[in-house]
């Protein structure tokens, strides 16, 4: 017999879970399955900073942030570039979900006891017009807990449901196949694996041990994306958009992420769109204490490390630190490398390189004002970057230039540095450090964000001279291209129904999280703007989990 419940959530991150909680609210049986462990409840949200795209917050507004629902989507819009006939429903899912950001998000979230750190971030800052890509003002909100405050929240409330017996796990469960029968999907089928004594983003076993069979009122997907598989990341690749695949990736998330669940629902008659926009970044450097294969660790950069491509050439603007990701991306892949390089001093390093994800920000995980005072008003850069500084395989640290770029070069295969070159290049950017006005369009950008209280008290160094000696030493980061995010997906509508290839939806198949593109199947279009992949993983999750509810009740 195979075992029923009201609903089957397929996948146990961020998104399924945040569906889950809506079915049992509504008096559902739920069962969630994952082929990984229990200890991998959460997903890759956990691994996460956990920040999260929200408009006109009361954090903003301490700070002297005026934003609006109106801002906020013509930013998304310029981000999104929508340019296909099968971007309606995408677009759709975007429009609804800066209403939910500019509206019920955060008052919801805090309900749940979600907080956030005071000071919003600036992300993906654009650098162009006014109508394209880029947020016009801060709108990161850094959960207080980071990636596991946000599963807190959602995670405590399933397990209550499951002490209840409303929610069932099946761990270590790895779907092969959708049910169909009369064109609904029915549940699902698939193999049981053996135990697995990895920890949490470390590579399971996947011995199989027997199988399984699961009927349900409604299913969704809820998998996540394929940024862990190379070769779907590099099969889904578009070289027309965006030059060469490269050939050498980092990963930013566990081995597990795979995609596969992804194929399964497009085999049952899902329709897969947008499926060759991508988000890798740009600023990858491989992790010197690796959790799993090929692990790779995103640099949050400040606006004032100066960006040289593998040839040694300064990136001009828009390629700035932490403005243009898929633009830089296309920028870096044309010199015919894959490779580029950060050039700053310590003092830059210091205070504006910040690693991303959980466990390189242990102050912000573990809830600690104490530590989050000592690490990051300190002066000396926290913990984990002064150990990146140390040990991490891409990092340089010299006091003299030629020394630095020797060092530099012993760390690629492209062509040699010029040191002359580089020097020429840092001495005239230099010379613009003298008086507050510049040509230059970093520099401009460096006292733009200035202007900005959060970016001056915690996130961008005082102006100076990258040569000044008193700021050093100087440092040097060898940047690889890091697979993150996968930003098409399923095709949904606003409910979260699959949609199969002539747009009526699939009965009984809902998708959401990044399986979904975040929603609609791309809602991001062609650029994140930050904070949308948790937010969109939240926002889908709770759609879906609301019309499969109402579904399951039928």
């Given at each position: 017999m195979a075992e029923t419940a009201d609903a089957l959530v397929i996948g146990g991150g961020l998104a399924g879970l945040v569906a889950a909680n809506e079915l049992a609210d509504a008096g559902r049986s739920v069962l969630i399955l994952d082929q990984e462990g229990e200890n991998s409840l959460g997903g890759q949200a956990?691994?996460?900073?956990?920040?999260?795209?929200?408009?006109?917050?009361?954090?903003?507004?301490?700070?002297?942030?005026?934003?609006?629902?109106?801002?906020?989507?013509?930013?998304?819009?310029?981000?999104?570039?929508?340019?296909?006939?099968?971007?309606h429903w995408p677009r759709q899912v975007a429009e609804a979900y800066i209403d939910f950001a500019a509206g019920e998000m955060r008052p919801?979230?805090?309900?749940?006891?979600?907080?956030?750190?005071?000071?919003?971030?600036?992300?993906?800052?654009?650098?162009?017009?006014?109508?394209?890509?880029?947020?016009?003002?801060?709108?990161?909100?850094?959960?207080?807990?980071?990636?596991?405050?946000?599963?807190?929240?959602?995670?405590?409330?399933?397990?209550?449901?499951?002490?209840?017996?409303?929610?069932?796990?099946?761990?270590?469960?790895?779907?092969?196949?959708?049910?169909?029968?009369?064109?609904?999907?029915?549940?699902?089928?698939?193999?049981?694996?053996?135990?697995?004594?990895?920890?949490?983003?470390?590579?399971?076993?996947?011995?199989?041990?027997?199988?399984?069979?699961?009927?349900?009122?409604?299913?969704?997907v809820s998998s996540g994306g394929i940024g862990g598989n190379f070769k779907l990341f590099r099969e889904a690749w578009s070289e027309e958009q965006l030059g060469p695949a490269p050939a050498n990736l980092i990963s930013g998330v566990p081995d597990h992420v795979d995609g596969e669940m992804i194929g399964h629902a497009e085999r049952a008659g899902a329709e897969v769109i947008n499926r060759d926009r991508l988000w890798c970044y740009t600023e990858g450097v491989r992790n010197w204490d690796p959790i799993w294969p090929h692990h790779g660790i995103r640099i949050l950069p400040g606006p004032s490390p100066m960006w040289f491509d593998a040839a040694g050439e300064r990136m001009e603007a828009p390629y700035l630190p932490g403005y243009d990701t898929r633009g830089t991306l296309k920028r870096i892949l044309k010199t015919g490398f894959e490779h580029s390089w950060f050039i700053m001093t310590q003092a830059i390093a210091a205070k504006e390189i910040a690693l991303s994800g959980s466990e390189q920000n242990p102050d912000w995980t573990a809830?600690?004002?104490?530590?989050?005072?000592?690490?990051?008003?300190?002066?000396?850069?926290?913990?984990?970057?002064?150990?990146?500084?140390?040990?991490?395989?891409?990092?340089?640290?010299?006091?003299?230039?030629?020394?630095?770029?020797?060092?530099?070069?012993?760390?690629?295969?492209?062509?040699?540095?010029d040191a002359a070159r580089i020097r020429a290049q840092i001495e005239a950017r230099d010379l613009q450090m003298d008086n507050p006005y510049a040509k230059d369009a970093q520099v401009m950008a460096i006292h733009n964000a200035r202007r900005y209280r959060g970016d001056k008290l915690v996130r961008?160094?005082?102006?100076?001279?990258?040569?000044?000696?008193?700021?050093?030493?100087?440092?040097?980061?060898?940047?690889?291209?890091?697979?993150?995010?996968?930003?098409?997906?399923?095709?949904?509508?606003?409910?979260?129904?699959?949609?199969?290839?002539?747009?009526?939806?699939?009965?009984?198949?809902?998708?959401?999280?990044?399986?979904?593109?975040?929603?609609?199947?791309?809602?991001?279009?062609?650029?994140?703007?930050?904070?949308?992949?948790?937010?969109?993983?939240?926002?889908s999750g709770r759609a879906a989990g609301r019309a499969m509810a109402a579904e399951a009740a039928g």
């Open positions: 956990f691994w996460s900073l956990g920040g999260l795209f929200m408009v006109d917050t009361p954090e903003q507004r301490r700070f002297g942030v005026k934003d609006s629902a109106a801002l906020a989507l013509s930013d998304w819009m310029g981000a999104a570039q929508f340019d296909r006939p099968e971007d919801w979230l805090k309900s749940l006891g979600m907080r956030w750190f005071p000071i919003v971030g600036w992300a993906e800052r654009g650098g162009d017009q006014a109508h394209s890509h880029g947020n016009s003002v801060p709108r990161f909100h850094i959960t207080w807990g980071a990636g596991p405050g946000v599963v807190e929240p959602f995670e405590a409330r399933v397990r209550a449901h499951a002490e209840a017996g409303r929610i069932r796990f099946a761990f270590r469960h790895r779907v092969t196949d959708l049910e169909i029968e009369n064109g609904r999907v029915v549940g699902a089928r698939g193999e049981v694996l053996a135990p697995s004594a990895s920890q949490r983003g470390e590579k399971s076993s996947r011995e199989v041990v027997g199988d399984f069979s699961v009927r349900a009122g409604a299913t969704l809830k600690s004002w104490k530590m989050t005072l000592q690490h990051r008003l300190g002066g000396k850069g926290t913990p984990a970057v002064r150990a990146f500084l140390e040990k991490g395989p891409d990092f340089v640290v010299e006091r003299r230039l030629e020394d630095l770029v020797a060092g530099m070069n012993k760390l690629t295969n492209a062509p040699a540095l961008v160094a005082r102006p100076h001279k990258i040569l000044d000696p008193s700021k050093g030493p100087l440092v040097a980061i060898k940047l690889n291209i890091l697979t993150r995010k996968t930003l098409g997906g399923l095709h949904t509508d606003l409910d979260a129904r699959a949609l199969g290839a002539g747009g009526a939806p699939i009965p009984g198949l809902y998708a959401a999280g990044e399986a979904s593109g975040f929603g609609g199947g791309g809602y991001h279009g062609y650029n994140g703007l930050e904070g949308t992949f948790l937010g969109g993983c939240i926002f």
